[in-house]
């Protein structure tokens, strides 16, 4: 990733929240038309969907071993941090997309 970090930051937060979201409503209009419950296949898809979203927003693996090895072997601490901030601003693009689908679904309320 060439660009400045802040906006690195929020795009891996903002992908992550759409790959999910998208995914798990794209999937519920699936299931509406395949004549599946739709609110529950959709919490459902939030959860098989979630480290897919954050492989999606860091740009893929290979990237993030490179940088952690050069991290590690040439000292470059600074790169190992931004790429674990980025990781975790994935990981809660993806946190806030299942807290979303959650509330939209109700599906953890007791009965």
């Known amino acids: 990733m060439n660009e400045a970090f802040f906006p690195a930051f929020l795009n891996s937060f903002f992908i992550a929240l759409g790959v999910l979201l998208g995914g798990a409503f794209i999937?519920?209009?699936?299931?509406?038309?395949?004549?599946?419950?739709?609110?529950?296949?959709?919490?459902?898809?939030s959860e098989s969907l979630r480290i897919w979203a954050i492989v999606a927003a860091i740009g893929g693996t290979f990237d993030t071993f490179y940088t952690?090895?050069?991290g590690i072997f040439q000292g470059e601490?600074?790169?190992?941090?931004?790429?674990?901030?980025?990781?975790?601003?994935?990981?809660?693009?993806?946190?806030?997309?299942?807290?979303?689908?959650?509330?939209?679904?109700q599906e953890h309320l007791p009965l």
Not at 27 to 45: E, S
């Open 27 to 45: 999937g519920g209009i699936a299931a509406f038309f395949t004549n599946q419950p739709p609110l529950t296949t959709i919490l459902r898809l």
């Open 77 to 105: 601490t600074r790169d190992i941090v931004k790429q674990i901030l980025w990781i975790l601003a994935a990981l809660g693009g993806a946190n806030t997309g299942a807290v979303i689908i959650k509330w939209f679904t």
């Open 68 to 70: 952690f090895e050069r």
